[in-house]
């Protein structure tokens, strides 16, 4: 999945979340960790990969057993400070962004390249981007149709959901 899309993934899962247990929208500083948490595995793995460090871009952080480890972090802080919604939400953030990632594969049959999901007891091969689900007249569609029908609606989600967060970040940014 394409790394912008994976935030909007993470709010999507949270926000039903939150409606399911509270029947209200997501509250601002929960949503931010959500959007944070559902972006970590990537900004730890890629540039690991870049600076040749890992063999691919997907591997400690996309990693069942590097979850365990940031979310258990987490949530064991959160709940010192007496913040579990905000452990909640880096936990539905983070696996957010590891159950994004599979689908695609499944879906193109690349069922070898979900060895991120227990590495490194199981290989990483290395990705092998876009995916084909099939074609309609002639047009092929690809996985990047599917992100894209997803981030459009996790905006707008967002959107009516009267885009929390962003007050929050705009008070601390300008001291308003």
Not at 17 to 42: C, I, M, Q, W
Not at 45 to 62: E, K, M, N, S, Y
Request: glycine share 10%; charged share 15%.
């Amino acid at each position: 999945m394409q790394p912008i899309v994976h935030p909007v993934v993470g709010y999507i899962c949270y926000a039903l979340y939150t409606r399911a247990n509270s029947g209200k929208t997501p509250d601002a500083e929960p949503t931010l960790v959500v959007l944070f948490a559902a972006t970590l595995p990537d900004l730890i793995d890629q540039p690991l990969w870049w600076l040749d460090i890992t063999p691919v871009g997907r591997t400690f952080a996309h990693s069942l057993f590097g979850a365990a480890l940031f979310i258990g972090i987490v949530v064991f802080l959160a709940r010192r400070y007496d913040r579990r919604d905000l452990g909640i939400a880096f936990a539905i953030g983070y696996l957010s962004h590891l159950a994004a990632d599979i689908p695609w594969h499944v879906l193109a049959g690349d069922y070898h390249e979900l060895g991120f999901l227990l590495w490194p007891v199981t290989e990483m091969p290395a990705y092998s981007g876009v995916k084909l689900v099939g074609s309609v007249g002639g047009v092929e569609i690809t996985t990047l149709w599917f992100e894209a029908a997803i981030f459009v609606c996790g905006v707008v989600l967002w959107w009516v959901d009267g885009r929390p967060g962003l007050d929050w970040l705009r008070q601390r940014l300008t001291g308003r």
